[in-house]
Structures are given as structure tokens and as C-alpha cells.
């Protein structure tokens, strides 16, 4: 199973692999931003997790689309279905690699981007431990996505449309617990542990709907 | 060992496109899947390699003592498809050593699999470097990397010339020899003694 996560990992190096077009991503919607909100330094400081956070759930979604689609053009995924390994385990390692080569990057340029929208340095922490706890819930989710949409020629917006709707949550419990650690009275602990329950069990729930279908919609 | 398949029919995009496929197959010979293009060849294939869910009927595995295995068949399947399963960013030797990883069952080592096709010279380039023949062969490796007693093979001689069809055919050859279970869709004669053949489509 860890020569998956290795192969994962190479080809996401490599070349047309996209590991760091995440990061460029990022870095260009963080861009974009404190153009549209003008000189408000006080303004973009104010909306600086949620700028964060929506450019790293849109680069999230990027490599997803790949995710099965491209083991199903080359022929590989009939290995990878055929074998003893349970499935599950398979697309977990699948989706885990995914973050580590798309969301994982994006946690630790946060502190630059975080700078360039004049956030606070505990702003900064709290963003980057919540990207941290909920970004692999994004992968998750998007894995099952992923994997209904395996068959389509250009799945791509077909999956950022299932997926974003349901990393909803995700997001929700992310801003709430920056705020928390932010201004005073709203607490952090009780959104964050809400955002690692949520990531726990997306881990499991995103794999197993991925394997079921995947398993099912042979062709 | 013997495999048997019993009145197997599969859909696909509801349609039953075979029926009442049944053969069985000891260990040390091979079957020979004939039919018309679209004839449903490769989905029979794809069928006993538990690629496609069965319509009805029943695949499975004895051992010489009547036993069925219980795992299911397609756990003891090479299944080599009309596409190759490599990645064309990785190396030949990254390639053939994930394969050999995830598959586990270590049989040859991913340089003698290459020197049995001829491309022990290729091991360190990216796969998409290689003439389409060559890719073929690297595909034929990855059935000698782990071992399995059965092999599912559809149309394994398309784009390999001549020299490398011998080739093939004695890699076959030895793996029947060595009480193997052959399928193959081809129109090339194996050159093996127990050969049966499956007509599809008539």
C-alpha cells in the first residue's frame, strides 16, 4: 500500500503531475483578492481566512478530476480493482496522497499569503490549523466525487459542482473556529473539534462510496 | 487447479451482450477466445476477470482436491487489457516495481522480466518513450513480476512485430508448461499442445 502512496506522490511530482499548480493557484486567487476589495488594509485583514480558505478549497479541487479518471484511461484501475487489497484502503491512500501533494503545500505557503493579506500572526495559526485539520476532508469527499464522475471525458466541473456543496460544512466549522481564536467571546475549541470529527469521518465514508462505485460501474 | 465458468451472461448498458459461456480449464492449458469484432470477446474476458459484475451463472477456482477457493477469482488473475496499465510519467523499472509491489506474489525481479522481453536496455526511461511495441513487451513483464495462476489476456500480440510475437509465444508456452491457465483473445496460434477454443457470437 506504500508503493501506491509513493507512486502517488512521483507522478504527482513529475511533470503534468500539477503538485505545485495547486500552490500557483492559490497564490493567484489570494492575488486577485486585495485588487477587487481596494486599499482597505483593515478591510482584507478582516477577510483574509476566508479568502484563504476559498482559495485553498478551489485548489483543492483541481487535481481531483484526475484522481480515477486517468488510472481508468491508462488501464491501471483494473489492477487496482482486481487485487486482494480491500478497496477502501486503496482510494484512501489515493485520496490521503492527494492531499499531501494538493492540500498539504497549500497549509504551509499560508503564512506567506497570510502576510500579503495583512492578517495577524495568530490569525495566521489559527488559519493554518484549521487548513491543516480540514483540507483532507476536502480529498476525501472529493474522492467519492471523483469517482461518479470517472466515466466523463471532462469531469472536472461536474465534480467541483458535487463536491463543493458538501465541504460546506467543512468550511463553516473552519471560519467559525478562526473566529473563535480571534475575537473573544465565540470559542475555538468546539468548531475545530467539530472540523477533525468531520475530516475523521469523511476519511472513511469518502473512500467506501468511492470503492462501491467504483467496484459497481465497471465497464 | 481448474477453473471453471458455468453459464456465464453479462450485461452491459443493459443489454446481455454473452450468454451461457461455460468451460472449465485445468491447470496447463489454454483457451482460445475466437468471434467476430464486437462479438463480445473482451467483454468475456473482462467478465472472468471480475471486471464486470455477472448477469448470472458462476465463476470459480478448485484446487486439485475438489476444494474451491475462497477468495474470489479475480484475486489470482493477470489481466492484461487492450490498454497497457503503465504511467507514462514514471520510469519503466517505477512502473514494473509499483506493480510488483501492489500485486505482492514476487516472481521474477523487474530486471529479469524485462530481459525475458528483450528491453532490459529501456529500464531507466520514462515510459512514454517507448515505441508503442515496446510498450506492449513492458506490459508482458508486468505478468512475469508476480505470480499468478491464471492468465486473461486480450489481443496480448497487438502492435509487437514479429520477432516479439515468438517472443510472446514462448513466454506462453513456458507458463502453460508450467501448469498455467491461459485465456486469451488472438488470432495467432499459440503453438501450445492442450489448446481449446471458445467461439463467441455464433
Not at chain 2, 485465456?183 to 492442450?194: E, N, Q, S, Y
Request: charged content about 15%; aromatic content about 8%.
Amino acid at each position: 500500500m506504500l508503493a501506491l502512496l509513493k507512486r502517488e506522490i512521483r507522478i504527482a511530482w513529475r511533470a503534468g503531475g500539477g503538485a505545485l499548480t495547486g500552490v500557483l493557484f492559490f497564490l493567484a486567487v489570494v492575488t486577485v483578492f486585495p485588487f477587487a476589495v481596494g486599499p482597505d488594509t483593515k478591510l482584507l485583514s478582516h477577510l483574509a481566512p476566508a479568502i484563504l480558505w476559498i482559495g485553498a478549497l478551489l485548489a483543492s479541487l483541481l487535481g481531483l478530476d484526475r484522481m480515477f479518471a486517468q488510472e481508468r484511461e491508462d488501464g491501471s484501475l483494473d489492477m487496482l480493482v482486481m487485487q486482494g487489497h480491500p478497496l477502501m484502503l486503496v482510494f484512501f491512500m489515493k485520496a490521503f496522497a492527494h492531499w499531501l501533494m494538493s492540500g498539504l503545500p497549500l497549509v504551509l505557503a499560508t503564512p506567506l499569503f497570510g502576510i500579503m493579506l495583512n492578517l495577524s500572526p495568530l490569525g495566521i495559526g489559527a488559519t493554518m490549523i484549521t487548513l491543516l485539520a480540514g483540507t483532507p476532508a476536502i480529498s476525501f469527499i472529493g474522492a467519492a466525487g471523483a469517482s461518479v464522475a470517472v466515466k466523463l471525458p471532462r469531469g472536472g466541473m461536474l465534480i467541483s459542482v458535487l463536491v463543493l456543496p458538501l465541504v460546506i460544512p467543512v468550511l463553516v466549522f473552519g471560519i467559525a473556529a478562526i473566529t473563535g481564536a480571534l475575537t473573544d467571546p465565540a470559542p475555538f475549541t468546539t468548531p475545530f473539534l467539530f472540523l477533525c470529527a468531520i475530516t475523521l469521518f469523511t476519511s472513511v465514508l469518502g473512500p467506501l462510496a468511492a470503492s462501491v462505485m467504483l467496484r459497481h460501474s465497471a465497464d | 487447479m481448474k477453473l471453471c465458468v458455468e453459464n456465464m451472461a453479462l450485461m452491459r448498458a443493459g443489454e446481455e451482450v454473452v450468454r451461457d459461456i461455460s468451460f472449465e480449464l485445468n491447470a496447463g492449458e489454454a483457451l482460445v477466445v475466437t468471434g467476430e469484432n464486437g462479438s463480445g470477446k473482451s467483454t468475456t474476458l473482462r467478465g472472468v476477470a471480475g471486471l464486470l459484475p455477472l448477469a448470472s451463472g458462476e465463476i470459480s477456482l478448485v484446487d486439485d482436491t475438489g476444494k474451491v477457493f475462497e477468495n474470489p477469482v479475480r484475486e489470482y488473475c493477470h489481466y492484461l487489457g487492450h490498454k497497457n496499465g503503465m504511467k507514462p510519467s514514471l520510469s519503466v523499472r517505477e512502473n514494473l516495481d509499483f506493480w510488483q509491489k501492489f500485486m505482492g506474489e514476487n516472481l521474477l525481479s523487474v530486471e529479469e522480466a524485462l530481459e525475458e522481453v528483450d528491453l532490459s536496455h529501456t529500464i531507466d526511461l520514462p515510459y512514454y518513450y517507448l515505441s508503442a511495441g515496446q510498450k506492449r513487451r513492458v506490459a508482458i513483464a508486468r505478468l512475469l513480476v508476480s505470480d499468478r495462476p491464471i492468465w486473461i489476456l486480450d489481443e496480448p500480440t497487438s502492435g509487437l512485430d514479429a520477432q516479439s510475437v515468438t517472443l510472446f509465444t514462448s513466454l506462453a508456452k513456458a507458463f502453460v508448461e508450467d501448469d498455467g491457465i491461459l485465456i486469451a483473445a488472438t488470432h495467432l496460434p499459440l503453438g501450445l499442445d492442450k489448446t481449446k477454443t471458445l467461439e463467441i457470437g455464433s
